[in-house]
């Protein structure tokens, strides 16, 4: 495991995210699975642990807080977030005491490691730099008793939007965490962000480095270029890789679903091997055409307070299949769907917009993708079809 220093501690330069856990056939975080990814991380390196109060439904703390509770506290650093007013479920969680103690409850320890302000983005930075910050004089206070030790923030705004935060909090901020792969290198402007937290000897954090995955599979075009210049590693680790080229980044955050995720991501960061030219070019023709798809990157913080009860990332994410090209199993996926929890099933009223990091004005998304929908030729007959189908196996019953 390659190492890197933060002030006076060494951490593993990748961390294990826990945003995205595995489930089991019923929906639920699947603990024997986490417990065998986590002892497969601890065992070969991985000291750092990224959890959230909205992860995985608020689930995600105390699944990690159980896989760790059978270490040595010393042996691993976690770290955990404050919501602010975004992503949650109520507004009693925006106590700062409240959300700090039920976190602390949640993951059965005394302390945090490290602790984000979390999602500075467009919509939350009324509420994270406006006139009342005694939510943060509350985690200050917590860091001087010794609860937390380290202080950062997560970063999705734009560059005036991350200015303004470090203005006003800079002085007591040790690390800022940001979205950050060869994508969002141009598109998110993100590029700018590493060369002005560079300039402030700021330490950066990265997250999404596979975009949700989205930069894991690129094709048969490119993966094919990709397995003759390095045929011992995954498209996934081309990204990490590229990684390796961007000064100063301290812990590379991975957001692990599966456990052969954990060991091809181990197996990457075993040693540094940055991309050489020809391959970054690769990766950027690549990045010229993911440009083109709705940036979405399956956080589900869309999906809270979405009225329909819409699952918008999936929604999303065949809209995009779309832009790639037209293919049949696109209408047959999608009339997997439920009537009313299709595209045109949005009623457009923007609290899903309001929650995104991306900025992504999703009801004009979820508008486009039924109009498309509508046009396909053979959607109607895939939808009879369906329909037929299953009133055939109720009749049976």
């Known amino acids: 495991m390659i190492y890197k220093n933060f002030q006076d501690i060494k951490l593993s330069a990748l961390g294990f995210g826990t945003m995205r856990l595995p489930v089991d056939a019923s929906g639920q975080i699947d603990q024997a699975e986490v417990d065998k990814m986590i002892d ?38 976690l770290a955990d977030k404050y919501p602010g007013h975004q992503n949650t479920k109520g507004a009693s969680v925006l106590d700062p005491k409240a959300v700090f ?63 303004q935060f470090m203005e006003m909090f800079g002085e007591h901020m040790e690390f800022c965490q940001i979205q950050l792969n060869y994508l969002d290198w141009t598109l998110q402007k993100a590029k700018e962000k590493v060369e002005y937290l560079n300039s402030l000897n700021m330490p950066i954090w990265v997250m999404e480095p596979v975009r949700g995955g989205k930069l894991s599979k690129l094709g048969e075009a490119y993966e094919s270029r990709m397995r003759e210049l390095r045929p011992e590693e995954s498209t996934s680790a081309w990204a990490f890789r590229w990684l390796q080229t961007v000064p100063q980044p301290t812990v590379v955050l991975s957001g692990m679903t599966y456990y052969p995720q954990v060991v091809d991501n181990i197996k990457t960061f075993s040693e540094e091997k940055p991309l050489n030219e020809e391959e970054i070019a690769i990766l950027y023709d690549a990045a010229d055409k993911f440009a083109k798809l709705v940036p979405c990157t399956a956080c589900r913080y869309c999906c809270d307070g979405c009225p329909a009860g819409l699952d918008i990332p999936n929604l999303i994410s065949l809209h995009n299949d779309l832009l790639m090209g037209y293919n049949v199993n696109i209408p047959i996926r999608y009339g997997a769907f439920d009537d009313d929890k299709r595209a045109d099933s949005c009623i457009g009223c923007g609290q899903c917009t309001n929650a995104c990091p991306q900025s992504i004005k999703v009801p004009e998304v979820l508008a486009d993708f039924a109009e498309k929908m509508s046009k396909l030729d053979d959607w109607d007959s895939i939808c009879r079809t369906r329909n037929a189908i299953a009133a055939e196996m109720l009749a049976k019953k």
């Open 40 to 77: 497969y991380a601890m065992a070969n390196g991985i000291n750092y642990y990224d959890t959230a109060y909205p992860y995985m439904n608020s689930k995600s703390e105390i699944s990690v807080g159980k896989a760790l509770s059978r270490y040595p506290r010393e042996s691993y650093y």
């Open 101 to 163: 103690e039920d976190q602390l409850e949640k993951c059965g320890v005394e302390y945090f490691d490290f602790y984000l302000m979390h999602n500075i983005n467009e919509n939350s930075l009324r509420f994270y730099c406006g006139e009342d910050t005694s939510y943060f004089d509350y985690f200050l206070e917590q860091k001087r008793n010794g609860r937390i030790k380290h202080l950062g923030f997560s970063c999705h705004a734009d560059m005036p939007g991350l200015k």
